[in-house]
């Protein structure tokens, strides 16, 4: 649905900020932020932790708590090649942000440039659309192969995981041990309980640069051909994916195995 369809909404202003539609004071968000804070001392007393930032608004609020506390966590963004415009101009502005932040280095992977070509070659621009297992087949390549070799040999990472994103999210941990015992890997979740009112709070508190897609419906930003704006009272994570069901709508990123589930 286009930003003019949605604008025409009941309840949805005709001038989108996402800041003025979202950001609320709520009961116990300083509470929130000081746990927030305690879980990012913990990740980096670890040794070797990353921010896994896709460049979203809960992943710019971490960066900058990390950046306020100067906190030793490097930041790695995935540049899959299909990012929009927005997306590319606002890693720009994070990497010059960084650059003044030598305790939070910012790392930029890209998929295997030959893995890519040989994908679209074979399978078509539009290949996401055709099926499951090509829209995984091109999230392995664009997004879980350079993943492996940003978490390579870290102790832990980072993510803006939220409760309140999905039902597929609804019982994220602070802290996820499942990979400790196969990759020595720590999964921190620190803003698992805030609500996107706290998220665009603290960013309107403390002028926390944003992507301005958010301003057009867009609250969970992805690769340009699998994103779209959401209408009024969709999930958060409507817009990602929204031709396939409800139940397959991750990449891979933040899927845990259980028993049955195929490598």
């Known amino acids: 649905m286009s930003t003019d369809a949605l604008s025409a909404l009941p309840g949805a202003p005709a001038q989108a900020s996402a800041i003025g539609l979202y950001a609320r004071a ?3 968000f300083d509470d929130r932020v000081a ?3 305690a ?15 896709s460049l979203g608004a809960e992943d710019m609020v971490i960066t900058h708590l990390i950046n306020t506390h100067a906190l030793p966590i490097g930041v790695f963004v995935l540049e899959t090649g299909a990012l929009h ?3 590319l101009a606002l890693l720009q502005r994070l990497q010059a942000q960084q650059a003044a932040h030598p305790h939070a280095p910012l790392t930029v992977y890209r998929p295997v440039g030959e893995a890519v070509v040989q994908f679209v070659a074979r399978e078509g621009a539009d290949a996401m659309y055709r099926s499951i297992e090509l829209r995984k087949a091109c999230c392995g ?6 993943l492996a070799r ?23 941990p602070f802290i996820d041990d499942s990979d400790v015992p196969t990759k020595g890997l720590r999964k921190f979740n620190p803003l698992a309980a805030w609500s996107w ?3 665009w709070h603290y960013i309107a508190q403390h002028g926390v640069d944003f992507n301005p897609l958010h301003d057009r419906f867009m609250p969970s930003i992805g690769c340009a051909p699998c994103t779209r704006a959401i209408a009024v009272g969709e999930d958060f994570r409507a817009g990602r994916w929204w031709w396939e069901d409800e139940a397959a709508k991750e990449c891979g990123l933040h899927v845990k195995k259980t028993e049955g589930t195929p490598t």
């Open 26 to 28: 709520t009961a116990g």
């Open 150 to 172: 940003a978490l390579a040999g870290k102790s832990a990472w980072i993510t803006g995981l939220r409760r309140e994103q999905s039902g597929a999210r609804a019982e994220v």
């Open 197 to 199: 009112a706290d998220v």
């Open 39 to 53: 879980l990012l001392r913990q990740a980096a007393a670890t040794g070797a932790a990353t921010q896994a930032s």
């Open 35 to 37: 746990e927030t804070v």
């Open 85 to 87: 415009a927005e997306t």
């Open 141 to 146: 390549i664009r997004k879980m192969e350079p």
